[in-house]
């Protein structure tokens, strides 16, 4: 197989990058991401599947042999839920782990049966082949890019920058498909299908629904939102990761006079510093190579309602400037226009960067910071707001429970309750979330009697990326157990013993990969990842 020019690839990246985010269209981006990904791997086939609304169906939705798009091909639909366990699509879907079977039809470990069949329908007999799971900045699985015959595979760092990238801007077209001409709308004044706007199910009618907050401490945050919640100002919420920014972002946009209009998300970290102008603000058709079309940008979607700008500080210094115009001025200008247009537009910027250092290190608008930081708000950590804690956790329970089907949530023993609230939680409630799901799924269902607080990390380092505490919350839990004083987590130990068994077999077997996958019933290429992951070779 074939070596890939890193730097070409890189190159070519880019311009994918910036022709993806051209595509307002379903089925153009769909096509656009074949494309590139033809153009990345050298395949000869390729398909791409994307889920279904409900969840349970992987539909076949554009696809190309050779050059050629094909309009009518024979890959089916797959059921997820009565598909083989061993299907690779399926695997990939169900497990999020990329799927590569170097000889697909030698025997491999999966079930190919359905991919034998399509290849027959047109005459192919694929040397390897690629299934990709295409999974958005939420970390949903939105869909499946499966490549055949590939002649280029060994550039895995592009082509997971790619396959993210993809996923961002086939989700935006999905929901640009189903609610563009909603948005055209009400950017004329007509305000008569609101209602099927997805974020119109969401509506808080009373701060009840809002969120989890029964401590001092966040009763007091709320309180503060409370004043200004319907009142044209723009909020600055400031906190450590996982605090909860984006909740109080919608309970913001919920419980204002906003409520029936768009509420828009981005996290500025999360799209390349050359797309971000395009997201932000728009473009005309021919602004740029690939810009065949006009695209609204993401001030104009949230005309009349909210615009919410996650990791702010991770903001590039030129668009800052441009965000500070829009902010002044109330318009917009998309990339290649002649005209400005007006927005009426709530902005919510969030932040876990200390903004004051990075103005003094040059990295962020002192102008920018001022206009945004009219109503500033700091949400506390959760280990300062112990009286939520509980809460919180019955809270997940109870979405756990939803989510498995239980007709009944688990409960949570005495000295379960202890422990959750001595932990200290580096990562907030995203953190404690995690936790309960993970200690759900280990508990019999009914009665949860132990908890896991998965991998220790640097404390010292995650400190370093927020919002430094009070000297006064410094000695408050200066007491609680140092990370260095928490025993490794299941996760650790589990991998240990994986690792040794399959050290184990692979002596066994005399490092016969494919004999050893067969004793340990996993797929070869599970095995081979499994070693890359644990760093096994022969001479282990």
Not at 177 to 190: A, F, K, N, P, T
Not at 388 to 394: C, F, G, K, S
């Amino acid at each position: 197989m074939s070596s890939a020019n890193h730097s070409e690839l890189g190159n070519a990246l880019l311009a994918i990058s910036q022709s993806l985010a051209d595509r307002s269209q379903l089925t153009q981006t769909l096509e656009a991401v074949l494309t590139a990904a033809k153009q990345m791997t050298m395949a000869r086939h390729g398909i791409i599947y994307v889920l279904d609304q409900t969840g349970e169906a992987l539909i076949p939705s554009s696809a190309f042999h050779n050059d050629q798009v094909m309009v009518d091909h024979p890959w089916p639909a797959i059921q997820l839920d009565s598909a083989s366990e061993s299907d690779p699509f399926n695997y990939a879907v169900h497990n999020g782990e990329v799927v590569l079977i170097n000889e697909l039809y030698k025997y491999n470990g999966y079930d190919c049966e359905a991919i034998y069949q399509a290849e027959r329908a047109f005459g192919a007999t694929s040397l390897n082949l690629l299934a990709w799971p295409l999974v958005d900045e939420s970390h949903n699985t939105i869909g499946l890019l499966v490549l055949l015959d590939l002649g280029v595979i060994d550039n895995e760092a592009a082509l997971t920058e790619f396959c993210r990238m993809a996923a961002s801007h086939i989700r935006q077209a999905i929901w640009l498909e189903q609610y563009g001409q909603v948005i055209e709308r009400l950017s004329l004044g007509d305000t008569t299908e609101l209602s099927q706007l997805p974020i119109a199910s969401a509506v808080r009618a009373n701060h009840a629904d809002g969120p989890i907050a029964t401590s001092e401490e966040m009763l007091n945050v709320l309180s503060r939102l409370d004043r200004v919640l319907s009142l044209p100002v723009d909020v600055m919420l400031r906190g450590e990761t996982g605090a909860g920014k984006e909740v109080i972002a919608k309970y913001i946009h919920d419980n204002s006079n906003r409520a029936k209009a768009p509420l828009v998300v981005q996290n500025c970290a999360a799209i390349p510093e050359q797309l971000l102008e395009s997201e932000l603000f728009g473009h005309k058709k021919g602004s740029f190579t690939g810009a065949d079309k006009d695209k609204i940008g993401l001030f104009e979607a949230a005309n009349g309602g909210t615009l919410f700008l996650d990791e702010i500080g991770d903001m590039p210094m030129l668009l800052q400037a441009k965000l500070l115009r829009v902010l002044q001025e109330r318009r917009v200008r998309p990339v290649g226009a002649n005209k400005e247009i007006e927005v009426d537009v709530r902005v919510i910027a969030a932040t876990h960067c200390n903004l004051a250092q990075q103005i003094q290190d040059g990295r962020f608008r002192a102008d920018l910071f001022y206009r945004l930081n009219v109503f500033p708000i700091t949400l506390p950590p959760l280990r300062a707001r112990q009286a939520d804690i509980l809460p919180l956790a019955e809270h997940f329970i109870q979405l756990a429970a939803n989510k498995l089907g239980l007709s009944t949530p688990p409960k949570l023993a005495d000295q379960v309750c202890t422990q959750l609230q001595c932990y200290h939680y580096p990562g907030n409630v995203r953190e404690l979330k995690n936790i309960i799901e993970r200690s759900v799924l280990l508990s019999d269902f009914e009665t949860i009697t132990s908890i896991e607080f998965g991998d220790p990390i640097n404390e010292q380092f995650s400190a370093s990326a927020t919002i430094t505490s009070a000297p006064e919350e410094i000695l408050e839990y200066s007491e609680t157990p140092t990370l260095e004083e928490v025993s490794k987590g299941l996760k650790e130990a589990v991998g240990e013993y994986e690792r040794t068994v399959i050290i184990d077999c692979l002596r066994e077997c005399n490092w016969h990969t494919k004999r050893a996958a067969e004793l340990l019933s996993l797929p070869l290429s599970t095995l081979n990842h499994k070693m890359k992951k644990y760093d096994i070779s022969a001479t282990s």
